[in-house]
């Protein structure tokens, strides 16, 4: 009689580990919640000290209280930087894509120049005054300078070293007229010394109107490119085998970076560092995937941006440091030492 032996006992299957997709996924709700924290302290905090009850009360409540006028512009302070914020991130991306440099920023084609040289023009020798006539010479300014670097770079036929070598070109062109302009133009000196070092002190719902529809339309087509510029980043045969067309993607690049930046630039004047820094340290924990690079970067450039302007209201009290200025002190240490840490990987 033969007896059946008792069966082996199963050996109890590990979990599987979580995919990156999931990872990745998990990473952008985290930056999304601590963007909102770092929205809601961009609303609280500020050169003037204000309670708990009264930013609530400003938020949902109208009473009229110096408290909810405070509020309210420190509001739409905040609207424009979310805005601008991710503006710049996304034009950096887009750039870096481009040009194959991972260090590039929107300043690397002229385009912060295109819209200083603007402004400095129209103050001097338009008369103009405000922040509603600043912003549309602005736009165009960085526009026009987009499409010169375009052409120049060699337009259907132009490659990534030829549109930064425009751009470097016309940079160095623009701001020795800006600078002899306003040496020569001590009003335009006085005015355009408050808009060059990049400021959200002067956001208002206009400001914010006006600027709205290009930033989105920049973003729906920054976004729509991530797969022809992935494409793109395996080099001009694989991308063409593909089915990528690399004069269309680099033109609507070129497109994208210079409504984005250009609408920014245009509402909060020249801040630099934000579209270089944010997109490099994303793509050291996401890889070269430009689907994840692009919203990642659009969440987490407001949270510098937003932070650094919060920094700004916090150590110059009762005064405040502008957000360019405060930027600028950080992104200087954090670009050398990803210079310093990308020589060393390639040694």
């Known amino acids: 009689m033969l007896v059946e ?38 609303i609280a905090i500020g050169a003037k000290e204000l309670s708990l009850g009264q930013v609530w009360h400003g938020l949902f409540e109208d009473s009229g209280t110096y408290g909810d006028v405070v509020v309210a512009e420190r509001l739409s302070r905040t609207l424009l930087g979310l805005l601008a914020g991710a503006a710049l991130g996304l034009a950096g991306a887009v750039l870096q894509a481009l040009t194959r440099n991972p260090l590039a920023d929107p300043g690397l084609l002229g385009i912060n120049a295109g819209a200083s040289a603007a402004v400095v023009t129209a103050i001097t020798y338009f008369g103009v005054t405000s922040l509603s006539g600043y912003v549309w010479f602005a736009f165009f300014g960085a526009a026009a300078v987009g499409a010169l670097v375009w052409f120049l770079g060699g337009s259907r036929g132009a490659t990534p070293v030829r549109l930064a070598l425009a751009g470097t070109a016309i940079s160095a062109a623009l701001y020795g007229y800006l600078q002899a302009v306003m040496i020569m133009d ?69 497109l994208a970076a210079t409504v984005l930046c250009g609408a920014a630039t245009a509402a909060c004047g020249p801040i630099v560092f934000v579209g270089l820094m944010v997109p490099h340290v994303v793509r050291s924990f996401t890889g070269p995937d430009l689907r994840w690079i692009l919203p990642y970067a659009a969440i987490l450039s407001p949270v510098l941006l937003l932070g650094a302007d919060v920094i700004g209201r916090i150590v110059a009290r009762p005064s405040e440091l502008q957000v360019g200025i405060v930027t600028a002190i950080l992104g200087g240490p954090v670009f050398i030492f990803l210079v310093r840490r990308r020589r060393t990987a390639q040694l």
């Open 186 to 254: 001590e009003a335009a000196l006085g005015k355009m010394r408050f808009w060059t070092v990049g400021s959200l002190a002067s956001a208002t719902d206009s400001t914010i109107t006006q600027v709205l529809p290009f930033l989105l339309t920049g973003t729906v087509l920054a976004l729509a490119l991530a797969r022809p510029l992935n494409a793109m980043a395996m080099g001009d045969d694989t991308a063409k085998a593909l089915g990528a067309d690399l004069n269309r993607t680099r033109a609507l690049s070129m």
């Open 5 to 42: 032996s008792p069966p082996e006992p199963r050996a109890e299957t590990a979990p599987a580990p979580p995919t990156r997709r999931a990872v990745r996924a998990f990473g952008l709700l985290l930056s999304l919640a601590i963007l909102v924290l770092v929205a809601l302290a961009s």
